[in-house]
């Protein structure tokens, strides 16, 4: 067999991931629609990929107040790009009386309406609005490398606009390379500064090899994967499908990861998916060995 | 009715410390718990945990009790952030070298939870939250529904924490409470450099009071500087706004402070 090969091994070999609470319902409001085509994509979204639709305004509220009772602590809008969604505002203005919310966005379709309009949302509310600008490098060469010529400047600008309006964009940054992790967000923070960010604030993830991304750097090695993990070794381990699910007009997913994954789809309704998930997917790997969260914190 | 005073957040601010322990008998209580962190931040750390130990408030051990009494390598607190790890390490280091045997095993051995009944409602007093004691419960990322569950989880009508460093108090729809008490080792990044704690009322209705207490807040800077302790730590203190630890503060909260 041939390493790129992954085995066929029984469920049995994987560790299970119980959901201890529903803290963080993510929901994917634009589908896979996105105005940009990154070569790392997790979800594979694009201008023309319509396989998870946006959702309904009236969609995303039967979810949340589905997920209320839960006990649920925040929301995570993602897409696609969320700001594409045409009452993405709206929906904000539904859901943040509800729970803190937080939009994660390419940061290129900011306007001056729009910001004041996020502004006057999180200022008039007693939850926290925040907004997450995704950076790739920190430089444009790289940055672009990954989502298109001239975008490492239209997210900068994006950033700016946003600490103009005192939202505080949190700036989610992929380690895509080697480096020392503290020299990393070191040259970050120093690159915000320098672009006139005064008030930085940097979220770090790992690539996972999903999606597009399989395309640039191969996929998972059968090496790569928790198969014989006991469930002992992960019980110490906070990985984030122990606290969240994920929802796109196509269902219950078990994390904002995998809605494109075989198996990442846990049922049509909140109850169908409150079960164990059986942690046998590459990006669980990435999850369990990193200890990342897609979370705020 | 019972009166119950709550403080958390020490950080070593032992001046701070006893001008709240002063005004505790003043606004008038039954009982006094400390909800954890005695360390960290400001000087000479056994200061404040001789003052506690010689009135016999009873501690809670929080995150950083935990990590100085069973001598880890951190705080314990989960920064990234480069900046806010430099700091946090700094003022880390200095207590654990300052901090004696005798009261690193009575850290260790300091409980993570108490329950109390009184006057017929249940209380549970936590470092973080319930479930765990380095969680953060900011007042804008807690919705009522994340409370009300942590309530119910818990079997409790009034849950009491610190942690955060900022006081908050909600009154849950269901009638139940949730109470953060803030700190005493740092300001509430408000521009006031004041000490603050809580006064809970029991009877029928539970009533919650924030004081704010102030103290010698020049004192203290001035025994920072002495010891060398970080000019950053020294001007929250002289301020009261905060300059570091700030990474995982949500924005609502960020954006009241100044950095």
Redesign the interface.
Known sequence: MSLLQTPSLPASRFPEQPLS?L?ALWIQVAGTLCNLACTHCFVTSGPSNARHPMMSRDEIRQRIREA???????IYFTGGEPFLHPEMVEILEDSMP???CTVLTNGTLFTARRLERLRAL?EGS??????RVSLDGYRAEDHDAFRGPGMFTRAIQGLIQCEAY???PIVTVTQNTDEDP?AF??RY?AMLRDAGIQ?P??K?LPMFRLGREVARSGPYRPVESLAGVSAAEIEGVRLQCGTCRAVTAKGVYVCPLLVEESGGRMGDRFDQALGPFTLRHGACYTCYVTGMTCA?? | MIRLAAFGGVYSNHLALRAVLDDIPRRGADLTWCLGDLGGFGPHPDRSAETLRECGIPMLRGNYDDSIGNDRADCGCGYTDPRDNHFAQISYDYTAARTSPDHKAWMRDLPTHRRLELDGRRLLLCHGSPRRMNEFLWDSVCPDAFLEWLCRSFMVDVILCTHTGLHWHRPLPSGRHVVNAGAIGRPANDGRPAAWYVALELDQDVRVEFRAVPYDHDQLAREMEAEELPPEFVETVRTGWWTTCLENMPAKERRAGRF
């Open positions: 609470h803290d209320l009772p839960l006990g649920l602590k925040e509800q729970a803190p999180s007693r939850h926290s609005l925040e907004i005192e939202l505080l503290v967000r070191e923070i008030r604030r940097l770090v705020n914190s």
